[in-house]
T-cell receptor, first 113, second 112 residues
Framework: EADIYQTPRYLVIGTGKKITLECSQT?????MYWYQQDPGMELHLIHY???????EKGDLSSESTVSRIRTEHFPLTLESARPSHTSQYLC????????????FGPGTRLLVL | KNQVEQSPQSLIILEGKNCTLQ??????????LRWYKQDTGRGPVSLTI?????NTKSNGRYTATLDADTKQSSLHITASQLSDSASYIC???????????FGPGTRLSVLP
């Protein structure tokens, strides 16, 4: 069982609200990721980080931002939620290497009304 | 374009039966291929990983194969159990950057 946690697990919110999805890992991993996954579809990379003060955008264009002030913490913020943001958000962490294994959190299921 | 395709999209089998899931990819240059199991409402968990030189890898009742020439992989599940009901995701990593390419998954349902 991976030591990576996400809160909240479920969130229902109105359009236009600002929300922050939390992700924490206690494994000391340098690399962290945020993915978006719609039901029955593949994961899409939103943001990733190589370490503290490092953040990069992924393939999926998303009106979200991330920060990496501490190694263990990688929050994702939506400044103004829209119904199109309704999805599952998965956080992952890993140690760099050829056989890099990503450890995933349980996910946050977001519904924007 | 780097892509990973999986088939079938969904599969229903009876407990105790075997099954094989397929993964085809166009990711290049290839680094490794990993199979994940994702239970409903949970994050994916790694089952196996194979590099270019490895053509088979087992993890208990799960056996993955890789044909790097044809860019195909399979995941064989032996003597299925109810707990095998999940989505199985094929992920191919390119040999540069952060390029993990995820397949859409195969949804497996094991019935008693």
């Amino acid at each position: 069982e991976a030591d990576i946690y996400q809160t909240p697990r479920y969130l229902v919110i109105g359009t236009g609200k600002k929300i922050t999805l939390e992700c924490s890992q206690t494994m000391g991993h340098d690399k962290m990721y945020w993915y978006q996954q719609d039901p029955g579809m593949e994961l899409h990379l939103i943001h990733y980080s190589y370490g503290v003060n490092s953040t990069e955008k992924g393939d999926l264009s998303s009106e979200s931002t991330v920060s990496r002030i501490r190694t263990e913490h990688f929050p994702l913020t939506l400044e103004s939620a829209r119904p199109s943001h309704t999805s599952q958000y998965l956080c992952a962490s890993s140690v760099a290497g050829d056989r890099e294994t990503q450890y995933f959190g349980p996910g946050t299921r977001l519904l924007v009304l | 374009k780097n892509q990973v395709e999986q088939s079938p999209q969904s599969l229903i089998i009876l407990e105790g039966k075997n099954c094989t899931l397929q993964c085809n990819y166009t990711v290049s240059p290839f680094s490794n291929l990993r199979w994940y199991k994702q239970d409903t409402g949970r994050g994916p968990v790694s089952l196996t990983i194979m590099t270019f030189s490895e053509n088979t890898k087992s993890n208990g009742r799960y056996t993955a194969t890789l044909d790097a020439d044809t860019k195909q992989s399979s995941l064989h599940i032996t003597a299925s159990q109810l707990s095998d009901s999940a989505s199985y995701i094929c992920v191919v990593r390119a040999n540069y950057g952060q390029n993990f390419v995820f397949g859409p998954g195969t949804r497996l349902s094991v019935l008693p």
